[in-house]
Nanobody, 128 residues
Framework: QLQLVESGGGLVQPGGSLRLSCAAS????????IGWFRQAPGKEREGVSCISSSGGSTYYADSVKGRFTISRDNVKNTVYLQMNSLKPEDTAVYYCAAGLRITSIQAMCVALESFGSWGQGTQVTVSS
C-alpha cells in the first residue's frame, strides 16, 4: 500500500512561483530516494530534481538549476519542490516518485525505471 500524492500545482504567470508537495502514505519516506519528473505535451517524461533519503545529496536538471529547490521533511513524510522564476517551457504534469538507492542520484534521476512508486501527477501551467 505504498502511495504518493502530489499537490500544489496550478496556473501562474511567467516569473511567478509555486511550491509542490509530495506526501507519502503506507511507508516511511525517509528510506527512499525521491524524484520529481515532468511530462509536457508531445514530450517524454524527464527528470527534474532528485534528493537522497537523508537529504544530503541533490540533483537538478540544467534547465531548472538555480530556479528550483528540492527539500524534504522526513518527520512530516513529505518532499517539496519550490519553483521560482517560472517559464512557459516549465508547463507540464509534475510527478513525484520513490525508489531505493542503487546508484548515484544523478543516474537515478535520468532513469525512470529506478523508481518503483509514482504519484498521480499535478498540473503546472505557466502562461505565455
Amino acid at each position: 500500500q505504498l502511495q504518493l500524492v502530489e499537490s500544489g500545482g496550478g496556473l501562474v504567470q511567467p516569473g511567478g512561483s509555486l511550491r509542490l508537495s509530495c506526501a507519502a502514505s503506507g511507508f516511511t519516506l525517509g528510506y527512499y530516494t525521491i524524484g520529481w519528473f515532468r511530462q509536457a505535451p508531445g514530450k517524454e517524461r524527464e527528470g527534474v530534481s532528485c534528493i537522497s533519503s537523508s537529504g544530503g545529496s541533490t540533483y537538478y536538471a540544467d534547465s531548472v538549476k538555480g530556479r528550483f529547490t528540492i527539500s524534504r521533511d522526513n518527520v512530516k513524510n513529505t518532499v517539496y519542490l519550490q519553483m521560482n522564476s517560472l517559464k512557459p517551457e516549465d508547463t507540464a504534469v509534475y510527478y513525484c516518485a520513490a525508489g531505493l538507492r542503487i546508484t548515484s542520484i544523478q543516474a537515478m534521476c535520468v532513469a525512470l525505471e529506478s523508481f518503483g512508486s509514482w504519484g498521480q501527477g499535478t498540473q503546472v501551467t505557466v502562461s505565455s
